[in-house]
Antibody, heavy 119, light 103 residues
């Protein structure tokens, strides 16, 4: 069974940093591209970042480019999102999601981890 | 490309045939998926590549469309289908969602 379990969220002050993790199980993690997607409270979905299976390709949404860094450790089956210079508008539930094979969508999602940016 | 979903809120009765719309400001080239998000849960993939049913999804869900206009159809609405439905264009973004409730 595919499982994605996020952690590392919490309350953080504006301008500070936070690092999210997503541990994968039930599939060969190193074979799949991975994504972070977020959802502000009561709002829609926003794709945040993508990393290819071997970390060769990395893309970011314009809203986080230069502040967030996606990375992965295939030996540990873990995806990361380093978030710096956090703003109130980054407050959201952050999901990690697996890229579906041979498509550009996301077939499995974690349960999400909440990040609240507030003073 | 902007994705516009309509209606934003849909109320229907159990057993109804329900149609949700997703329209792009430009050609989407069939690179479209549909997600179901129940309250307090992560989104679930229903349909990918416009009309391919994800494994394990009931056959009452179907997708269609081409060009700029795409549709998610539920052939016979069930109580467990109460959710918000999002369309997603690959490498572009999500629509704003349609909230589906039971009348």
């Amino acid at each position: 069974e595919v499982q994605l379990v996020e952690s590392g969220g919490g309350l953080v002050q504006p301008g500070r940093s936070l690092k999210l993790s997503c541990v994968a199980s039930g599939f060969t993690f190193s074979n799949y591209g991975m994504n972070w997607i977020r959802q502000a409270p009561g709002k829609g979905l926003e794709w945040v970042a993508y990393i290819s299976s071997g970390s060769s390709y990395i893309y970011y949404a314009e809203t986080v480019k230069g502040r967030f860094t996606i990375s992965r450790d295939n030996a540990k089956n873990t995806l990361y999102l380093q978030m710096t210079s956090l703003r109130s508008e980054d407050t959201a539930l952050y999901y990690c999601a697996r890229e579906a094979p041979r498509t550009g969508c996301f077939d499995y999602w974690g349960q999400g981890v909440m990040v609240t940016v507030s003073s | 490309i902007q994705l516009t979903q309509s209606p934003s809120l849909l109320s229907a009765s159990v057993g109804d045939r329900v149609t949700l719309s997703c329209k792009g400001s430009q050609n989407i080239n069939n690179y479209l998926a549909w997600y179901q998000q129940k309250l307090g849960e992560a989104p679930k993939l229903l349909i990918y590549n416009t009309n391919s049913l994800q494994t394990g999804i009931p056959s009452r869900f179907s997708g269609s469309g081409s060009g700029t206009d795409y549709t998610l159809t539920i052939s016979s609405l069930q109580p467990e289908d109460v959710a918000t439905y999002f369309c997603y264009q690959y490498n572009n973004g999500f629509g704003s969602g349609t909230k589906l409730e039971i009348k």
